[in-house]
């Protein structure tokens, strides 16, 4: 549905997309995922022909998308970071008046524009003018103007950045909706429990190149760290700490408060060999838990740097 090749956007001497290749079937909720300044925005601009690149290729529909792409261009949906709405109409108005942007028929348009506050759960605001809406609602209506008219793709750039977490989750429950019911949805963000819970497919961005892309399955196969092993004990010395960091497959391990965290790599046994251990030592032990790898963990590992998560921002 989406074919981006060879990208190249320049902006002076920034080059903010770096020989892009992007893929998307229809059906997917596809995500671009990479921390600010990685080129998320640049690349959605350029797939809809709003800004003009270097170098590369963009198809969509299976047209070569162009600034005078009309009729893909009504194909589409797009929900930008910035909120854009009229602040003299009221919460339905607006809606109304995006849809009527595409759909003609009046007794169509009031069934779409009906879902769309059905989707975003702003029933009860319907006669509110822009103004006197929350930052979460504000977000909610900026998503219902840009996907009333029930367009086949939809471009959702950051849509839930600054946003509470109630209404987070209507909107991202929304968009599950929206796929279901035929939309192809391209959704960037740089929270990667978003991205974990809703996309299908998910591209790692970063300095505008994709670096991997696969299912959540399939990124966290590609890394070599595996599952996070913790396990409640009454205390260990630095001493019987270093005997567990030394034990086949063990990449970290750090105990603090009773509390020892082991990382490990991927592969059978950890988790036997690592209790075998502490039993041969005479460390009693009460609860353990194990935790797969994270999209964290395999940003960590490919880009070597940490990609802020909305946990970590909450907890400052
Ligand atoms: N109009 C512009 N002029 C100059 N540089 C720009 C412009 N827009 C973006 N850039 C630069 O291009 C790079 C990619 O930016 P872009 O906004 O596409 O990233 P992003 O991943 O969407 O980040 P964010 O989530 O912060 O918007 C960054 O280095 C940014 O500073």
Not at 54 to 75: A, C, L, W
Not at 228 to 239: A, F, H, K, L, Q
Not at 261 to 270: K, S
Not at 301 to 309: A, N, P, Q
């Amino acid at each position: 549905m989406v074919s981006i090749h060879n990208l190249v956007k320049r902006y002076g001497d920034v080059l903010a997309l770096d020989h892009l290749d992007l893929e998307i079937k229809r059906g997917e909720i596809y995500g671009l995922l990479g921390p600010n300044g990685s080129g998320k925005t640049t690349a959605i601009n350029c797939l809809l022909a709003l800004l003009g690149y270097d170098k590369g290729s963009i198809r969509v529909f299976g047209e070569n998308m162009e600034p005078d792409s009309y009729e893909s261009k009504r194909r589409i949906g797009v929900v930008m970071q910035n909120v854009a709405v009229f602040e003299e109409l009221t919460v339905r108005e607006n809606i109304d008046y995006f849809c009527s942007l595409y759909v003609k028929d009046k007794k169509r348009r009031r069934q779409l524009v009906e879902e769309a506050v059905r989707f975003t759960g702003l029933e009860d605001h319907l006669k509110k003018y822009p103004k006197k809406l929350s930052g979460g609602l504000l977000r909610r209506l900026n998503i219902a103007c840009g996907i009333a008219h029930r367009p086949e793709l939809i471009l959702m750039d950051e849509p839930t950045v600054a946003v509470d977490p109630q209404s987070r989750n209507h909107i991202l429950e929304g968009i599950k909706k929206l796929n279901e019911q035929g939309s192809t949805i391209i959704y960037t963000s740089h929270y990667m429990e978003e991205v974990e819970k809703i996309c299908t497919r998910i591209s790692i961005m970063d300095r505008g190149r994709i670096l991997a892309t696969g299912t959540k399955e399939e990124l966290k196969a590609m890394i070599g760290t595996g599952e996070t092993i913790t396990v409640e004990t009454g205390g260990m010395t630095g001493e019987q700490v270093e005997e567990v960091r030394l034990l086949p497959g063990v990449v970290s391990a750090d105990c603090q408060e009773g509390v020892l965290r082991v990382q490990c790599t991927q592969g059978a046994g950890n988790l036997t060999g690592l209790l075998h251990r502490l039993e041969e030592a005479d460390i009693p032990f009460g609860r353990v838990w194990s935790q797969p790898p994270t999209l964290n963990d395999v940003f960590l590992e490919i880009t070597g740097k940490r990609l802020r998560d909305r946990k970590e921002e909450e907890e400052g």
